[in-house]
């Protein structure tokens, strides 16, 4: 059984990899700041579930602390992002209606 996990693992980190340049092929074409924001939290969440992988394929407990350490980090990345978007929209809309 232990080297059908062999080559599983390997095959989700790849997996995962792709998931990770998708979503950044998706935030840097944008078209819209939402876009990039979720980008990022797709990469966040992604990376996240790479760490835990690797938890679990070296036997090593340390990497899933480490991985709630960046889900912590990810989503105040998000929360800050989402808070300049927010700042930006109400600036222009008040530029607008001005």
């Excluded at 996240?48 to 036997?59: E, P």
Aim: glycine share 6%; with cysteine.
């Amino acid at each position: 059984m232990q080297q059908y996990y062999d080559i599983l693992y390997p095959a989700i980190l790849m997996l995962l990899g792709l998931g990770i340049l998708a979503a950044l092929i998706r935030a840097i074409l944008g078209p819209r700041i939402a876009d990039r924001i979720m980008s990022i939290n797709i990469i966040g969440t992604l990376s996240l579930g790479a760490i835990a992988v690797l938890a679990v394929y070296f036997r090593e407990n340390w990497l899933l602390d480490v991985s709630l350490v960046y889900c912590i980090l990810s989503f105040l990345a998000v929360v800050v992002l989402a808070q300049l978007y927010i700042a930006v929209y109400q600036k222009k809309r008040r530029e607008h209606d001005e």
